[in-house]
C-alpha cells in the first residue's frame, strides 16, 4: 500500500502537468491568529513541502491555497469572509486550484454551516485537532473530487514529529501545550483548542535540540498559560537553558494568577530567559475581573507586578487589556487606566470587546455601546503610547544586544533587544540572524533608532 504522502505526491504530478509539467506545484499558506497558528503553519508548510508542492507567498500563482484561521475576534473572520468570496472567480479561471480551510474558525458548527451555504467551491475544511491528517484529507478529495470535512469535536493524542518549514532560520516557536482550560467568560479560545495538554519534556527539548543544531538561536515557548505546564516549567526553562546554540529563550503566554516565585527566581537567575513577561491583564476594576473570570483582584495584579520588578529590576512588562466589556463603566474603564499608569508596560496589545457565541459574556446584559467603547479605546491607546515612549526615551544612550531579523524599507535593519524592544539600525544584510551591540540614538514610541558600535 502506499503511504500517505506517495499517494498525495502522485496527485501533485498530476497537478504539475497543468503546466506541461515544467514546474512544481505551488502552495500557499496564509495565517491569522496568533502564534499557534503560525507555529501550525509552518507544521502545514512543512507537509505540503514533503508532498512536493513548492511554497510562494502569491495567490495568483498558487495551485493550492491554505487559509488557517482565527475566530478570537469577529473582524478577524470577517476577514476570511472577504478572501473567500474572490476564489469563486479564480477558481472558475483555475480550475485545479485548491481551497483549503483549517484552524480556530472551523472547530465552530455555524462556520461549518455557513460556508457549506454559501462557498460550496471550498475542498477541503479540518479544525485544530487534526491538522495532521491534512495530507490523508487533501489525498481522499483528490480521490473523490468531493469537498471533504473533518472536524473533531475533542483533542486525541498529541502528535509528535511533523514536519515544518520555519519561518525565520535563526528563531522559531515551540508549543510546550495545547489548549486552555482556564474559560474567560469572553474567550473562544478553550472552546476552539480543547483542553490542555502539556507536551513531554523529553520531546520539546529533542526538538530544540534539533534546532539549535539546525541554527536557531531564539526559541519561544508557546501555550495558552505556560505557567500552568504539568510538568513544571521553571524546570524547562533551566532545561532549556542548558542546551548549547540557544542564546535566547522567550515565551507567551502568562496568565497572572499562574506565575509563581519559582518561575519569576528561574527568570531572574538564567541569562539566556529574556527579560520579558508577557502578562495579559483584560481590565482593572474588580467587579469585570470577576466577570471575566480572571481569579484575580486588580491589586493582586499590581502586587504581582511589584514584585518581579523587584526581583528583576529591568524586566519590560507588556500585556493584552480589552475595552468594552459587557456593563463596563466609566468608573471600571478608569481602573484598567489606573493599572496602565501604575504597572507602566513597556507596550500593551489593546482590543475592543467583540462578542463571540458560545461565550457566557456574549449572554451578558448591558454589552457597551460601540461609540463609548471607541472613546475609552481611543484614551487607553493614547495612555499606552505615552508611557511607551517614556519608557524606550530613557534607553537612549545605551548599548544593547540585538538579534537582527529582517531588512526593512529602506534597507534599515530591524532586531530586537532582550527585552523585545523593537530597533532600526544600519548595516549588512548579511547581519540578519546575527546578534550585534548598538549604540541607542533615538526613540519613538514603538521603536528604537541605533548604531552598531
Ligand atoms: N491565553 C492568553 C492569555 O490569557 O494571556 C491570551 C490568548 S488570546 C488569543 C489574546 C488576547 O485576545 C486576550 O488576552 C484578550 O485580550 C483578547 N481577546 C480574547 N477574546 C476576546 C474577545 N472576545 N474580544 C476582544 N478581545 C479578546
Ligand atoms: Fe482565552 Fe483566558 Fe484561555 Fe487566555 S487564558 S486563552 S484569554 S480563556
Ligand atoms: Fe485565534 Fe485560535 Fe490563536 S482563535 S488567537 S488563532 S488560538
Same mark, same amino acid.
Given at each position: $500500500?502506499?503511504?500517505?504522502?506517495?499517494?498525495?505526491?502522485?496527485?501533485?504530478?498530476?497537478? %504539475?502537468?497543468?503546466?506541461?509539467?515544467?514546474? *512544481?506545484?505551488?502552495?500557499?499558506?496564509?495565517?491569522?491568529?496568533?502564534? $499557534?497558528?503560525?507555529?501550525?503553519?509552518?507544521?502545514?508548510?512543512? $507537509?505540503?513541502?514533503?508532498?512536493?508542492?513548492?511554497?510562494?507567498?502569491?495567490?495568483?500563482?498558487?495551485?493550492? =491555497?491554505?487559509?488557517?484561521?482565527?475566530?478570537?475576534?469577529?473582524?478577524?473572520?470577517?476577514?476570511?469572509?472577504?478572501?473567500?468570496?474572490?476564489?469563486?472567480?479564480?477558481?472558475?479561471?483555475?480550475?485545479?486550484?485548491?481551497?483549503?480551510?483549517?484552524?480556530?474558525?472551523?472547530?465552530?458548527?455555524?462556520?461549518?454551516?455557513?460556508?457549506?451555504?454559501?462557498?460550496?467551491?471550498?475542498?477541503?475544511?479540518?479544525?485544530?485537532?487534526?491538522?495532521?491528517?491534512?495530507?490523508?484529507?487533501?489525498?481522499?478529495?483528490?480521490?473523490?473530487?468531493?469537498?471533504?470535512?473533518?472536524?473533531?469535536?475533542?483533542?486525541?493524542?498529541?502528535?509528535?514529529?511533523?514536519?515544518?518549514?520555519?519561518?525565520?532560520?535563526?528563531?522559531?516557536?515551540?508549543?510546550? $501545550?495545547?489548549?486552555?482550560?482556564?474559560?474567560?467568560?469572553?474567550?473562544?479560545?478553550?472552546?476552539?483548542?480543547?483542553?490542555?495538554?502539556?507536551?513531554?519534556?523529553?520531546?520539546?527539548?529533542?526538538?530544540?535540540?534539533?534546532?539549535?543544531? /539546525?541554527?536557531? %538561536?531564539?526559541?519561544?515557548?508557546?501555550?495558552?498559560?505556560?505557567?500552568?505546564?504539568?510538568?513544571?516549567?521553571?524546570?524547562? #526553562?533551566?532545561?532549556?537553558?542548558?542546551?548549547?546554540?540557544?542564546?535566547?529563550?522567550?515565551?507567551? %503566554?502568562?496568565?497572572?494568577?499562574?506565575?509563581?516565585?519559582?518561575?519569576? *527566581?528561574?527568570?531572574?537567575?538564567?541569562?539566556?530567559?529574556?527579560?520579558?513577561?508577557?502578562?495579559?491583564?483584560? *481590565?482593572?476594576?474588580?467587579?469585570?475581573?470577576?466577570?471575566?473570570?480572571?481569579?484575580? %483582584?486588580?491589586?493582586?495584579?499590581? /502586587?504581582?507586578?511589584?514584585?518581579?520588578?523587584?526581583?528583576?529590576?529591568?524586566?519590560?512588562?507588556?500585556? /493584552?487589556?480589552?475595552?468594552?466589556?459587557?456593563?463596563?463603566?466609566?468608573?471600571?474603564?478608569?481602573?484598567?487606566?489606573?493599572?496602565?499608569?501604575?504597572?507602566?508596560?513597556?507596550? *500593551?496589545?489593546?482590543?475592543?470587546?467583540?462578542?463571540?457565541?458560545?461565550?457566557?459574556?456574549?449572554?451578558?446584559?448591558?454589552?457597551?455601546?460601540?461609540?463609548?467603547?471607541?472613546?475609552?479605546?481611543?484614551?487607553?491607546?493614547?495612555?499606552?503610547?505615552?508611557?511607551? #515612549?517614556?519608557?524606550?526615551?530613557?534607553?537612549?544612550?545605551?548599548? #544593547?544586544?540585538?538579534?537582527?531579523?529582517?531588512?526593512?524599507?529602506? /534597507?534599515?535593519?530591524?532586531?530586537?533587544?532582550?527585552?523585545?524592544?523593537? =530597533?532600526?539600525?544600519?548595516?549588512?544584510?548579511?547581519? =540578519?540572524?546575527?546578534? =550585534?551591540?548598538?549604540?541607542?540614538?533615538?526613540?519613538?514610541?514603538?521603536?528604537?533608532?541605533?548604531?552598531?558600535?
Amino acid at each position: $500500500m502506499m503511504r500517505e504522502n506517495e499517494w498525495t505526491s502522485h496527485y501533485i504530478k498530476e497537478i %504539475s502537468k497543468i503546466d506541461k509539467g515544467v514546474r *512544481a506545484p505551488k502552495a500557499l499558506v496564509r495565517t491569522y491568529g496568533c502564534q $499557534m497558528n503560525v507555529r501550525d503553519s509552518e507544521k502545514l508548510s512543512g $507537509m505540503l513541502a514533503k508532498m512536493g508542492y513548492e511554497l510562494t507567498d502569491d495567490e495568483e500563482v498558487a495551485d493550492l =491555497v491554505i487559509f488557517n484561521t482565527c475566530c478570537v475576534r469577529e473582524n478577524a473572520e470577517n476577514k476570511l469572509y472577504g478572501h473567500l468570496g474572490n476564489f469563486k472567480e479564480r477558481k472558475r479561471k483555475k480550475p485545479h486550484l485548491k481551497l483549503v480551510l483549517c484552524g480556530c474558525m472551523m472547530q465552530q458548527d455555524i462556520v461549518i454551516e455557513r460556508i457549506r451555504a454559501a462557498y460550496s467551491y471550498v475542498d477541503v475544511i479540518f479544525g485544530t485537532h487534526n491538522l495532521y491528517r491534512f495530507p490523508e484529507l487533501l489525498h481522499s478529495h483528490f480521490e473523490t473530487g468531493q469537498t471533504i470535512i473533518d472536524i473533531w469535536s475533542e483533542a486525541r493524542e498529541i502528535v509528535e514529529d511533523l514536519p515544518s518549514l520555519r519561518e525565520f532560520p535563526f528563531k522559531a516557536g515551540v508549543n510546550i $501545550m495545547y489548549g486552555c482550560n482556564n474559560f474567560c467568560t469572553f474567550c473562544i479560545v478553550p472552546h476552539v483548542r480543547g483542553r490542555e495538554r502539556s507536551r513531554r519534556p523529553a520531546d520539546i527539548l529533542a526538538e530544540i535540540r534539533a534546532m539549535a543544531a /539546525d541554527g536557531v %538561536s531564539e526559541v519561544l515557548l508557546l501555550g495558552q498559560n505556560v505557567n500552568s505546564y504539568e510538568f513544571g516549567f521553571a524546570q524547562l #526553562l533551566h532545561d532549556v537553558s542548558e542546551i548549547g546554540g540557544i542564546e535566547r529563550i522567550r515565551f507567551t %503566554s502568562s496568565h497572572p494568577k499562574d506565575v509563581s516565585d519559582n518561575v519569576i *527566581a528561574t527568570m531572574r537567575d538564567l541569562p539566556k530567559v529574556c527579560k520579558h513577561l508577557h502578562l495579559p491583564f483584560q *481590565a482593572g476594576s474588580d467587579r469585570l475581573l470577576g466577570l471575566m473570570n480572571r481569579k484575580h %483582584s486588580k491589586k493582586w495584579y499590581l /502586587d504581582l507586578v511589584d514584585k518581579i520588578r523587584a526581583e528583576i529590576p529591568e524586566i519590560a512588562l507588556t500585556t /493584552d487589556i480589552m475595552a468594552g466589556f459587557p456593563g463596563e463603566t466609566e468608573e471600571d474603564f478608569l481602573d484598567t487606566l489606573d493599572v496602565v499608569r501604575h504597572a507602566r508596560f513597556a507596550s *500593551a496589545f489593546t482590543f475592543i470587546y467583540s462578542r463571540r457565541l458560545g461565550t457566557p459574556a456574549d449572554r451578558m446584559p448591558d454589552q457597551v455601546d460601540e461609540a463609548v467603547v471607541g472613546e475609552r479605546f481611543s484614551r487607553l491607546v493614547a495612555e499606552i503610547n505615552k508611557i511607551s #515612549l517614556e519608557i524606550n526615551l530613557q534607553k537612549v544612550g545605551k548599548t #544593547l544586544k540585538i538579534l537582527t531579523e529582517s531588512v526593512g524599507k529602506n /534597507d534599515v535593519l530591524n532586531g530586537r533587544a532582550d527585552d523585545n524592544s523593537l =530597533v532600526h539600525f544600519s548595516g549588512d544584510s548579511g547581519l =540578519v540572524g546575527h546578534y =550585534v551591540d548598538i549604540k541607542i540614538t533615538g526613540a519613538k514610541t514603538f521603536y528604537l533608532q541605533g548604531e552598531i558600535v
